[in-house]
Structure formats: C-alpha cells, structure tokens
C-alpha cells in the first residue's frame, strides 16, 4: 500500500444523508438508506474526496493516508 492512497472513512451515525459528499466526489460517495457510503475504502488521491470531507455538515467524513493513518482532511 503506497503513500499515493488515502482511506475514506464514513460515520454514519453522524451522516445526515446531506447528499453533499455524493454530489462533489460522485465516483466515490453513495447514499444509501442508512446514509453515504464510500464506493472503496482505499483510493488514489483525489482532490474531490478532500473537498467532500471539508464541505460535509457535520463532518462525517475522514480521509486518511493509507499508509500512515494521518489526517488528511477535514483540516482541524
Ligand atoms: S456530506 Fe456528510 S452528511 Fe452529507 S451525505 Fe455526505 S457524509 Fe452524509
């Protein structure tokens, strides 16, 4: 597992079903009825799943490195 991947984590006790995450990062954020889902656990880099992790409302999502398991987004 390189460093180039990041791990997305979903709290779906904190979703709110937003629909945020799905509409920014598409290719990586499902809805489904118990809230998002994330369509791999482990990606390449990817700006969008970044941008998903800041703009969700109640920060439900993390992205991680995959290699290390530091915080890469939401920032703090
Ligand atoms: S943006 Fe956050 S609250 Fe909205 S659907 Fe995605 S994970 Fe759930």
Redesign the pocket.
């Known amino acids: 597992m390189s460093d180039t991947q990041w791990r997305l984590e ?1 709290d779906r006790h ?9 509409g920014i990062a598409p290719d990586h ?1 499902e ?1 489904e009825g118990d ?2 889902h994330a369509t791999a656990d482990v990606v390449d880099q990817d700006e969008a799943v970044v941008d ?1 992790a800041e ?4 920060e ?2 993390r992205v991680l490195s995959a290699a290390s398991g530091d915080l890469v987004a939401p920032a703090d």
């Open positions: 979903v904190l979703c709110i079903s937003s629909g945020m995450c799905v954020f809805l809230g998002s998903a703009s969700c409302p109640v439900a999502i």
